[in-house]
């Protein structure tokens, strides 16, 4: 069997590369890098790695600017491999292109108060399935950026984006993923996309 078609069993960490997508224009902040705003006195995408990273075996961090400034958390940084800022499928793309493991987890830089418990459920929903992919839902939203996907779905993901796909609710429906409830933490996902945002929460 291989790994491709493998069901996925036990969690091991060190088999999941965790991936902050912070890669986008930041476009609802006035096109400002949005990883690396203050909340709390400390960078969104900061927040983001403290709460990631205790989750998984390695953590990545996408972004397209500021390279400097993003090394100085101490993570190594991937950026997009497909031009034009394409949005958060082209993070997962550049994250399955570059993990070592079979699984890479995702959040957005913007999410402060993630779960701490994002990966572990789910990789229990993915454990002895034949799903690949795994999203977060909370109080009947779907949270797609919120995901764990196997590497093997990497060629459909590539194929999606060169026919001009960019949706990443759309591909996900197409890979057949399971959606995984997180409404007993939905303030988890709370994203600050705006300066008003931070200022308020």
Known sequence: ???????ITARPEHAITGVILAGGLGTRMGGIDKGLQLF????????VARRLSPQVGRLLINTNRNPTRYAAFGYPLIGDRIDGFAGPLAGLHAALSAAETPLVATAPCDSPRLPLDL?????DALRGGEAKL???????RLHPVFCLCHTSLLPSLEAYLSGG?????????EAGALQ????????????LNTLDDLLGK
């Open 165 to 173: 796909g960019r949706k990443v609710a759309s591909w996900c429906a």
């Open 40 to 47: 709390h006195g400390v960078p969104l995408a900061l927040h």
């Open 119 to 123: 990966v572990a459920r789910m990789h």
């Open 134 to 140: 795994a999203l977060a839902t909370a109080g009947g």
């Open 1 to 7: 069997m291989s790994s491709s078609t493998k069901p």
């Open 180 to 191: 995984v409830d997180f409404s007993d933490q939905i303030a988890a996902f709370d994203n």
